[in-house]
């Protein structure tokens, strides 16, 4: 009996030992993504909605997707991906909401520049 706890223990831990590597496992691929998308000062990290469960009377965590910011020239830009993708999005740019899939580092440079944007 103590056996088959303890098997179904160890289990239990892998499984979700294994869901938080998954998680910042993808961080890391955002990571080196955007670094080899040429942005620099590149910090990555899952984002966790807060969701409160009537029913058990406590705060849920959600993963809502991931989140980065980093460098492209000397604008600030803040990127997200969603759970189980590859594609990430420039959401925002020293604080100007843009909407950029993929784009490399030099690339959102030269179009901010286009917009006025100096980076």
């Known amino acids: 009996m103590r056996a088959a706890r303890t098997a179904v223990a ?35 990290e899952a984002d966790y909605d807060s969701k409160y469960n009537s029913k058990k009377k406590k705060n849920e965590k959600k993963l809502d997707d991931y989140e980065a910011t980093a460098k492209a ?4 830009v803040e990127v997200e991906q969603d759970p ?5 999005v420039v959401e925002t740019a020293n604080g100007k909401d843009v909407n950029f899939r993929n784009m490399t580092a030099a690339a959102l ?11």
């Open 10 to 44: 160890v289990t239990i831990f892998g499984i979700v030992g294994a869901g938080l590597a998954a998680c910042s496992s993808q961080a890391d691929q955002l990571e080196s993504q955007l670094r080899k998308a040429g942005y620099t000062d590149v910090d990555a």
């Open 109 to 119: 440079v030269a179009e901010l520049g286009k917009q006025g944007v100096r980076c």
């Open 84 to 88: 189980g993708s590859k594609d990430w």
């Open 73 to 76: 020239g000397s604008c600030t």
